[in-house]
């Protein structure tokens, strides 16, 4: 049973240009949710999160939008930078436990 | 750097064998909690440790068990292993108690079964 899912394993845009990530849920019971950013050889870095009573967190260039009602979560990455190439993971969470996605592979060409 | 410390960084062991996992947590923090990754899946919630004892547990077989110590370093033992344990085992550190607190995750150890 895979609570939280995200269906695109990878995204490719060009710099500059708006990369958006998608993630849905199935669990109600989440009541927080946060991305984190993966490169090859290191740990999960945490990113930005946002709590289920809220619809929008944004921290720089980073916007996640939440939609409970559809169970949807995005996260929005505006300008995108080559840097930002990494491997996305977006994970519900409810108490203390966190339940990640698959992860989506960002590639973003100069 | 996360100042999660994972020792060691590669692990290659024979099936029915036991390893241990050694994590340091970032300074101060006294929340450890283990995760797994296997080849192409996400990041799998294991156990949870709080100043020593347990708090959380997710979907951590029984031929696995944990432990925190008295300096809040965590070790993480796999005993009888087999072919399918082979992944990446995190360790992650958080400062707070408040559940949605980001945490801070070393860089992993690989362990190989064969």
């Known amino acids: 049973d895979q609570q939280v899912k995200q269906n695109s394993p990878s995204l490719s845009v060009q710099e500059g240009r708006i990369s958006i990530l998608n993630c849905d849920y199935t669990n109600s019971m989440f009541d927080y949710f946060l991305w984190y950013k993966k490169y090859p050889a290191e740990g999960p870095t945490f990113l930005i999160s946002?709590?289920?009573?809220?619809d929008k967190n944004e921290d720089g260039r980073f916007t996640v939008f939440l939609n409970k009602s559809a169970k949807h979560l995005s996260l929005h990455i505006v300008p995108s930078q080559p840097g930002d190439s990494a491997v996305y993971f977006c994970?519900?969470?409810?108490?203390?436990?966190?339940?990640f996605g698959k992860g989506t592979l960002l590639t973003v060409n100069p | 750097d996360s100042g999660v410390t994972q020792t060691p960084k590669h692990l290659i062991t024979a099936t029915g064998q036991r390893v241990t996992l050694r994590c340091s947590p970032r300074?101060?923090?006294?929340?450890v909690y283990w995760y797994q990754q296997s080849l192409d899946q996400g990041l799998q919630f294991l156990i949870q440790?709080?100043?020593?004892?347990?708090?959380a547990k997710g979907n951590i077989l029984e031929r696995f068990s944990a432990q925190q110590f008295p300096d809040l370093h965590s070790e993480l033992n796999l005993s009888s292993l087999e072919l399918g344990d082979s992944a990446l085992y995190f360790c992650a550190s958080s400062g707070t108690t408040v559940p949605n607190s980001p945490l801070h995750f070393g860089n992993g150890t690989r362990l190989t079964v064969t």
């Open positions: 994970a519900g969470g409810s108490n203390y436990k966190l339940t």
């Open positions: 440790y709080y100043n020593g004892e347990e708090r």
């Open positions: 946002i709590s289920s009573i809220k």
């Open positions: 300074s101060g923090d006294l929340s």
